[in-house]
């Protein structure tokens, strides 16, 4: 049974930093890409990062890039994302979601329409 579980959300000042974990079971994330999304109140859901399979391709948001980055640990099946330079705009439930099939990656891979399962979310307040 697949399951993903998001953690590490916070409530943090403008200019902060947060880790998000996203702990996968029943697959493993090295054979999939994977993705967080973040969603605000009132607003679609909207692709942030993703990572191919095998790590070696990412795509980011614009709104993102050059602050946040996505990773993931084989070993520990587990998906991150690490943000910096947090903003108000940033405040959000963020999500992580695996694509089907394995080994899919493009041809747009921070499209919600791709991703077939996903966690429950982990709440990022940002505070001015």
């Known amino acids: 049974q697949v399951q993903l579980e998001e953690s590490g959300g916070d409530s943090v000042q403008a200019g902060g930093s947060l880790r998000l974990s996203c702990a996968a079971s029943?697959?493993?994330?090295?054979?999939?890409?994977m993705a967080w999304f973040r969603q605000a109140p009132g607003k679609e859901r909207e692709g942030v990062a993703a990572?191919?399979?095998?790590?070696?391709?990412?795509a980011y948001a614009d709104s993102v890039k050059g602050r946040f980055t996505i990773s993931k640990d084989n070993a520990k099946n587990t998906l991150y994302l690490t943000m910096n330079g947090l903003e108000t705009e940033d405040a959000a439930m963020y999500y992580c979601?695996?694509?089907?099939?394995?080994?899919?990656?493009?041809?747009?891979?921070?499209?919600?329409?791709?991703?077939?399962?996903w966690g429950q979310g982990t709440q990022v307040t940002v505070s001015s």
């Open positions: 979601a695996r694509k089907v099939p394995a080994g899919a990656w493009g041809p747009a891979p921070l499209s919600t329409s791709s991703y077939l399962h």
């Open positions: 990572i191919s399979p095998t790590a070696a391709v990412t």
């Open positions: 029943g697959f493993s994330v090295s054979l999939h890409s």
